[in-house]
């Protein structure tokens, strides 16, 4: 069936109104398919260059489309549901070890639910900074744009401040061996899917003017030590780096001991500033960030 194209012309027409179906050996063989219409070879190892590229480019273009010019990136653990959601989890826990109050798995998952719990506020917060960043009317000619990993939790947070703002927002999905799917507030023509995670650190960085980290597990880490080192080695122009919730985030990152044990230097840390609400993470971008720039 022919595709159509945005930007058509008789060559593109041409191509692609072609037919693979003659009835004959040889236009049902594989190698008669177009190249770009054959999935087989596409995927063969030799093409992994090209579908590197593709990556890079459908996003890219489709961001330029939609006039997406400076973003903010919000991580945060894909755990962390709203309070209420959160309550129900302990409540439902902690009526299943009352009933077997001797076991050990059911212990060990209520104190983490619980602790979770305690950390849903930042779900909040997210939300908060979705709306704050989407509703800003410092940027009238250059908006801000919230882009996150395109999961549950913070990252849908994150994008339903936006949405609740009326606004767009970015979701950078990638493929993962379990479901993984989008949540439900990322703008449907600004929802990727991504194979490679590095050529999706890249579309989180290329239009970032902050990052914002929410508590979170090896893929916030991951996200956060990456944009830290392309600032630290000059790779990438400066930006602020904000982590919400500094109790959390110094209690198993002891930058200062970096500095100690000379790995890396006292200037270092002023890459990194700390915040307690969204109120405050939004301030140290508007501080960083000029509306006239």
């Keep these: 069936m022919p595709r159509e194209s945005r930007f058509p012309s ?6 692609t109104s ?3 179906d003659y009835g004959t050996p040889q236009s049902h063989s594989p190698s008669y398919r177009l190249a770009y219409d054959d999935f087989d070879f596409m995927m063969r190892d030799e093409l992994r260059s090209v579908r590197l590229q593709l990556e890079l480019l459908k996003p890219e273009l489709i961001q330029l489309e939609h006039n997406i010019k400076s973003t903010v990136v919000i991580f945060g653990s894909a755990r962390l549901c709203d309070q209420e959601t959160a309550r129900q989890k302990v409540e439902h826990a902690k009526k299943a070890f009352d009933l077997d109050p001797n076991n050990t798995d059911l212990a060990s998952k209520l104190k ?4 979770l719990f305690k950390k849903s506020h930042y779900y909040d917060e997210a939300r908060r900074l979705g709306q704050l960043i989407t509703e800003s009317k ?8 919230v882009v996150t990993g395109g999961g549950p939790g913070i990252m849908e947070a994150a994008n ?10 970015i979701g950078l999905n990638i493929v993962l061996p379990g479901e993984q799917k989008p949540n439900p507030y990322i703008s449907p023509e600004l929802c990727f899917q991504f194979h490679y995670f590095a050529i999706r650190k890249m579309h989180f960085l290329m239009r970032a003017v902050a ?3 929410f508590p979170g597990g090896f893929g916030t880490l991951d996200e956060l030590f990456e944009a830290l080192t392309l600032i630290q080695t000059g790779k990438i122009k400066p930006i602020p780096i904000i982590l919400l919730g500094e109790t959390y985030w110094k209690r198993f ?3 200062e001991m970096l500095v100690e044990e000379g790995c890396i230097n006292a200037t270092d840390l002023q890459l990194i500033r700390y915040a307690e609400t969204a109120q405050q993470a939004w301030q140290i971008i508007l501080e960083s960030y000029p509306a006239d720039r």
Excluded at 10 to 15: G, K, T, Y
Aim: glycine share 6%; no cysteine; net charge neutral.
């Design 211 to 213: 990052l914002v980290a």
């Design 18 to 20: 072609v037919s693979y």
């Design 160 to 169: 339903r401040g936006a949405a609740d703002m009326k606004g767009k927002s």
């Design 138 to 145: 410092e940027y009238p000619k250059n908006t801000l744009t």
């Design 112 to 115: 983490t639910v619980e602790r």
């Design 10 to 15: 008789a060559e593109q027409d041409a191509v």
């Design 253 to 255: 990152i002891n930058f």
